[in-house]
C-alpha cells in the first residue's frame, strides 16, 4: 500500500524554523521525483520546492533562500527545511511523488503550518 506520510508542522513565531518530513512507503522512492506543495484555505495548491531523483532541485521565488529541500533514499524520506518563516508561509504542506517517465502520482494527506505570534 502507498503511503506518503507528513510530520513536522506546528505552530512556530515569524522569523522561526521548521523541518517538515514526508515518509514514503509502498513504491520504488528512488524511482520518483519529489515536490514539496503547500495550501491556503480557498486558494489553489502551489509548487513550494522540487528534489528530482537523483538531486537537482527547484525553489519557488517565495521561498528561495529560505527553504532548503532534500532526500534521504535509503530511508525514504524526503525533507523541507523551512527558515525565516513568515505568516504568509501558513499553509497546509503536501508531499508528492512522481514516477519517473509515467504520469503516476502519489500525495500526502498534509502537514498544518502555523506561523503566527
Known amino acids: 500500500q502507498v503511503q506518503l506520510v507528513e510530520s513536522g508542522g506546528g505552530l512556530v513565531q515569524p522569523g522561526g524554523s521548521l523541518r517538515l518530513s514526508c515518509a514514503a512507503s509502498g513504491f520504488t522512492f528512488s524511482s520518483y521525483d519529489m515536490s514539496w506543495y503547500r495550501q491556503v484555505l480557498g486558494k489553489e495548491r502551489e509548487l513550494v520546492a522540487y528534489?528530482?531523483?537523483?538531486?537537482?532541485?527547484n525553489y519557488a521565488d517565495s521561498v528561495k533562500g529560505r527553504a532548503t529541500i532534500s532526500r534521504d533514499n535509503a530511508k525514504n524520506r524526503m525533507y523541507l527545511q523551512m527558515n525565516s518563516l513568515k505568516p504568509e508561509d501558513t499553509a497546509v504542506y503536501y508531499c508528492?511523488?512522481?514516477?519517473?517517465?509515467?504520469?503516476?502520482?502519489?500525495w500526502g494527506k498534509g502537514t498544518l503550518v502555523t506561523v503566527s505570534l
Open positions: 528534489i528530482s531523483s537523483n538531486g537537482p532541485t
Open positions: 508528492k511523488a512522481i514516477q519517473i517517465g509515467s504520469n503516476r502520482t502519489y
